[in-house]
């Protein structure tokens, strides 16, 4: 933190992590609907929820900072909880796409309109 004359020059507050929090799900949202390339799908839904982890653990550290001299770890359980879920969605994902590729020879899901179950 930068002080010049006992003024506070640079204070980083959660309105900053919510607006990049904010950032990063409109990209991630952008992504989803725009790509039709499964990959570029996938990675749309990760931004998404590294936008969730990091609303997660600012509101954690700005909402409660600690309790009886010890840092509450919600946000931070939380976040932990939401990349293992991101790690098992991915791989199922693969899995998906990569029968889907076996099956059409392309991972544009446009084409997964002929599919039949």
Do not use: W
Request: include cysteine; proline fraction near 1%.
């Amino acid at each position: 933190m930068m002080m010049l004359a006992g003024v506070n020059l640079v204070s980083i507050g959660l309105q900053h992590y919510l607006l990049l929090g904010a950032l990063l799900f409109v990209c991630g949202l952008a992504t989803i609907l725009t790509k039709r390339n499964a990959i570029g799908i996938l990675i749309g839904v990760e931004l998404v929820l590294n936008a969730a982890n990091l609303n997660l653990v600012a509101f954690n550290r700005f909402a409660h900072a600690s309790a009886g001299g010890r840092p509450l770890l919600d946000g931070e359980i939380f976040a932990v909880f939401v990349i293992v879920l991101a790690a098992a969605e991915a791989a199922v994902a693969l899995a998906i796409f990569l029968n889907f590729y076996n099956n059409i020879a392309t991972i544009d899901v446009e084409q997964g309109t002929a599919l039949k179950g």
